[in-house]
């Protein structure tokens, strides 16, 4: 069996201002004529996503005024890109519409100011299906759509503020006359446009399936934006080259006020292996053996995904091939019940690591006979010991505090495959490694 005890290569918990403005330089899209757009709706943060303009001959450049009447796209006011236009919403049910004419294909970055206002920024198709939203559901923040991927032809944004919340109906009494809130006052703000020209190692929008993902080469990192609520990114990672004494590391570079998602799926769909940080947290995940099945093509696919969203700082994703060859160590992936790790019948140690997200399962294999096994977690993260038996918990062991030894003894019934899962809190935070021992003891019960 093959396994090593990998040195740790953290990623940076955030990406320096300075790389994340050269690498933003580059934002791109692959986009081609008949692909499927992505829908993405959702909320943004902050946006202040500067981009590489492509050229255009549609005189942008400066700042203009709305022209009203513009609360629908065949009035629409024309934002030029790169342009700035200043709007007005005024009454609060207005709704201000601005006519993007796209002459070639890039990514394309919509922003507001921020405002005394809570704004919702759309952006429709030629169609007039809406392709993003951007809601952050709080006043005083830029709302924007970033790294948006386009081909030729008309786009329109539109601006229009968040109504407010229906009022709560009050149980068992006479439901209150209805009123009409009084209006707000006017809200002035700008909006700009900019088109992304492509670049290597960097995501392509859309990307949202197997269909559209983006290439990716151990050892050569890759950056990209979880730039909507509901936004996905795949990554199409070729393992052909890999030798059968390899195995990978994946790491995914921390994303300020977003709880990432990590997926891995084999060259069918598969899925392989599932992890989720806390907020701002990075993802690792090390020691995962490629899983290629018979008939199927040599690729995996790398999902990322957020609980909400933030435009304006990249992650960067990262995959490292090295020698597998220990005996003692943890194989990934092992995170879900039903895809153990088969502990060594040979050994009574495994030596394993763990990472935000991370749960590590193990199979105890069956046999004819009952037995009791003894088990000892130790290691430096805070975890929790756990034996499964037809998918139930019947023994676990959670103390509290890093580096809390663990201990438990749990029966096993014959011809019975029990399961380990060691796993953290799930506010945990960092990376560390552990020992899990499993001695096998007299047998308990009848």
Same mark, same amino acid.
């Given at each position: 069996m093959r396994r090593v005890v990998p040195a740790r290569q953290p990623l940076a918990r955030s990406i320096s201002v300075a790389w994340l403005v050269a690498v933003t330089l580059a934002i791109t899209v692959g986009g081609c004529g008949g692909k499927k757009r992505q829908r993405r709706t959702g909320d943004a943060a902050p946006v202040e996503v500067i981009t590489a303009p492509l050229?255009?001959?549609?005189?942008?450049?400066?700042?203009?005024?709305?022209?009203?009447?513009?609360?629908?796209?065949?009035?629409?006011?024309?934002?030029?890109?790169?342009?700035?236009?200043?709007?007005?919403?005024?009454?609060?049910?207005?709704?201000?519409?601005?006519?993007?004419?796209?002459?070639?294909?890039?990514?394309?970055?919509?922003?507001?100011?921020?405002?005394?206002?809570?704004l919702i920024v759309e952006i429709e198709d030629g169609a007039g299906t809406v392709i993003a939203r951007s809601d952050r559901g709080a006043v005083r923040v830029r709302e924007g759509v970033p790294n948006l991927g386009v081909t030729p032809g008309r786009y329109t944004a539109i601006v229009k503020k968040k109504p407010p919340p229906a009022p709560k109906k009050t149980r068992g009494k006479k439901a209150a006359a209805a009123t009409t809130p009084p209006a707000g006052p006017a809200v002035s703000y700008e909006i700009s446009a900019q088109l992304a020209a492509p670049a290597a190692n960097v995501e392509r929008e859309p990307d949202d399936d197997r269909g559209t993902a983006n290439d990716l080469i151990p050892g050569d990192p890759v950056t990209g934006f979880v730039g909507w609520n509901a936004d996905v990114d795949v990554w199409k990672l070729s393992v052909e080259a890999l030798s059968a004494n390899n195995a990978i590391?994946?790491?995914?570079?921390?994303?300020?006020? $977003?709880?990432?998602?990590?997926?891995?799926?084999?060259?069918?769909?598969?899925?392989?292996?599932?992890?989720?940080?806390?907020?701002?947290?990075?993802?690792?995940?090390?020691?995962?053996?490629?899983?290629?099945?018979?008939?199927?093509?040599?690729?995996?696919?790398?999902?990322?995904?957020?609980?909400?969203?933030?435009?304006?700082?990249?992650?960067?994703?990262? $995959?490292?091939?090295?020698?597998?060859?220990? /005996?003692?160590?943890?194989?990934?992936?092992?995170?879900?019940?039903?895809?153990?790790?088969?502990?060594?019948?040979?050994?009574?140690?495994?030596?394993?690591?763990?990472s935000a997200g991370d749960v590590d399962c193990y199979a105890l294999a069956a046999d004819v006979a009952a037995r009791s096994?003894?088990?000892?977690?130790?290691?430096?993260?805070? /975890?929790?010991?756990?034996? /499964?038996?037809?998918?139930?918990?019947?023994?676990?062991?959670? /103390?509290?505090?890093?580096?809390?030894?663990?201990?438990?003894?749990?029966?096993?019934?014959?011809?019975?495959?029990?399961?380990?899962?060691?796993?953290?809190?799930?506010?945990?935070?960092?990376?560390?490694?552990?020992?899990?021992?499993?001695?096998?003891?007299?047998?308990?019960?009848p």
């Open positions: 050229p255009s001959g549609s005189g942008a450049g400066g700042t203009s005024d709305e022209r009203e009447p513009n609360d629908s796209s065949d009035v629409a006011t024309t934002l030029a890109i790169p342009g700035t236009v200043r709007g007005k919403i005024e009454p609060d049910a207005d709704a201000d519409y601005f006519r993007i004419d796209v002459t070639q294909a890039g990514a394309l970055t919509v922003t507001t100011t921020a405002v005394d206002a809570d590391d994946i790491e995914v570079g921390a994303v300020e006020g $977003v709880a990432l998602q990590l997926e891995l799926a084999d060259g069918v769909g598969q899925l392989l292996l599932v992890r989720k940080a806390p907020k701002g947290a990075p993802l690792v995940a090390r020691n995962v053996l490629p899983v290629v099945p018979s008939g199927a093509p040599p690729f995996h696919y790398v999902t990322i995904k957020g609980e909400r969203s933030n435009p304006e700082t990249a992650y960067q994703l990262r $995959v490292t091939a090295k020698p597998f060859e220990a /005996l003692d160590a943890e194989i990934e992936p092992n995170d879900l019940v039903d895809k153990p790790m088969t502990f060594p019948a040979e050994r009574t140690i495994v030596h394993g690591n763990w096994f003894d088990l000892v977690l130790d290691g430096e993260p805070d /975890l929790s010991l756990e034996v /499964l038996i037809d998918g139930k918990v019947v023994a676990k062991s959670e /103390l509290k505090g890093k580096g809390t030894v663990e201990k438990l003894s749990a029966p096993v019934p014959p011809n019975v495959t029990a399961i380990v899962r060691v796993r953290g809190a799930a506010d945990a935070t960092g990376e560390g490694t552990y020992d899990l021992t499993v001695r096998e003891g007299p047998a308990s019960g």
